[in-house]
């Protein structure tokens, strides 16, 4: 049910916060350690590389997953969209553990790897937010999402449910294996929570940057480094998948390779500076756009923002800026879709599920 909101869209990404801390509270003991199935703690520990396999969305968080597991964990870690794994198979270590990252968990790209992998006698991990599905059905272990119902088309509370979970199976696996960690991901993740629940009170600001930047525009482009190269990527899928706007994201550094030839008068580039190790670098990418005529927007964190950004996210662990970054990304997708009066939970060409290869 909708209730009062207007879309379950914008009901979606108000329920974030409240779903991390549900996130938090599920994973705990009663000792306020991790609490996860300790056949999945010891498979975790027992392998020698994770695949990650998903689609869209679910992809992108599985970048990040990357970056938490293999900084966190260290295991080395690849992340696969799923319709191009089964023709292109990487040579498989002699212990892989797949990790399926599916919403829905019925994506029929994800399930064909599966069974494949399955086949071939290799352990599988699903996180998903319908423990029933196929895909939790079919792989030896399964790790809820906790977002409850996601409606929309357009995925959000999903997103962030899975990178709060990945973080807290890579701080798991982690103190398994006995490595030492300053990072509390439950305080940590409880921090992001009030950042994002901050975020959801600015709606009125973050439709006035939709109006703004993207009220007639035919594209737009997502630039990032690292972890935020990846949000710049789900932003993109965010925008081009509701307003219907040609959306790219890239690489800060790759621009100069190509992309900024595509640089115009007033074209929107969306700007995230949220890591402290690339803010120069970003930022001089940023003047690289303006100085062809670049419409910028610099989304920054608080603690490493400039005058002249127009939005800063409230500061939170280097880590997990992505689950509060994304926010405003949402937003702005959000508002962008409803000023062109498009089909905001519905988009065109789109199913929640995606059930045919
Ligand atoms: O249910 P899944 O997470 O497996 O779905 C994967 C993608 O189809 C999904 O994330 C899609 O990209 C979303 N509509 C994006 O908002």
New binding site residues.
Partial sequence: EKGTYPHFMLKEIDEQPFVIRKIIQEYKNENDEIKLDLDIRQAMKNCDRIYII??????HAGLLGKQFIEKLANIPVEVHVASEFSYNMPLLSEKPLFLF???????AD?RSVLVQIKELGHPALTLTNVPGSTLSREANYTMHLHAGPEIA???TK?YTAQMAVLAILAVDTARAKGLELEFDPMQELGIAANAMEALTDQKEELEELAREYLPTTRNCFFIGRSVDHYVGLEGS??LK?ISYIQAEGFAGGELKHGTIALIEDGTPVIALATQENVNYSIRGNVQEVEARGANSLIISMKGLDKEGDAFVIPHVHHLLTPLVSVIPLQLISYYAALHRDCDVDKPRN?A???TVE
């Fill in positions: 998903a689609a869209g969305t679910s992809y990252i599916s919403q829905s968990g019925e994506t994800s088309v357009a995925s999903a899928l965010k998948e789109l929640k599920s995606v």
